[in-house]
């Protein structure tokens, strides 16, 4: 990013994501967001909605959110999904994941055909509890499976896609991220790959007529259809 660049570095200069998918990893979600600012959000927002893909654990997974236990919205979240994540203060454990049978994730890997991730770190996590308003077109994609917690039962990992030229968001309230075999690496991988394959529909500024002359030397805030790609 340089002084030049108004978008920042998730945009090209009219608007379009440089890139297809962007994460956030865990941490503290109040810290993390309010470090953007709030032009840095608008940014991950403008990103998201122009048509990339969002993917976060932990952390990630709840500033995806509009707010945290039911109903407070939290200003300085990303807010791409209205919906609500419940934090938990539990610490350095490790749950188990069910794979409803409609679960997207299923396409790109079979988990050992049980349906079934196990030993999957959770530290100070979150979930989506079923009994809170969930935004419709929410997908829900695993559940949790740690009896003696919590969050046993309760939605571990879901997705959002806004609308058509939005990307796609796919979170989890735990921390596949850190594996480099298995299926926890699987899971992973599956999570970015679904993100990826709901990136939203480009923005078409014109079809070009074959021997037909376009001249792209406008500015991309005063004339979009015929700006530059590079200021």
Known sequence: ENQYDENGVL??????????????NGGSSLSHAASLYPEGTDRIRDFYFNGGSYTGSCAGSAIFSSGRSGNTIEPTYYRLWGGFIKPHSVE???????????????????????????????????NINQSYTIPEG????????????????????????????????????????????GERLELMSAM???????LGSPDVKACLDKNETRIMNKNWNTLPPFS???K
Not at 11 to 24: A, C, M, N, Q
Not at 100 to 120: F, H, K, R, W
Not at 142 to 162: E, F, N, R, T, V
Request: aromatic share 14%.
């Open 11 to 24: 945009l090209y200069p009219d608007g379009e994501p440089r890139f297809k998918v962007i994460y956030t």
């Open 228 to 230: 530059n790609i590079v």
């Open 192 to 198: 970015i790959s679904y993100a990826l394959d709901g």
């Open 92 to 126: 350095s454990i490790s749950v188990g994941l069910t794979i409803p049978a409609d679960s997207p994730l299923l396409t790109y890997y079979n988990y050992g055909a049980d349906s079934y991730i196990d030993n999957v770190r959770f530290n100070k996590g979150n």
């Open 138 to 181: 929410t997908e829900i994609l695993l559940y949790y499976d740690c009896s003696d917690q919590p969050m046993h039962g309760q939605i571990a990992s879901w997705a959002y896609k806004d609308s058509e030229q939005s990307g796609r968001g796919v979170v989890i309230g735990c921390h596949p991220e850190a594996y480099s075999f």
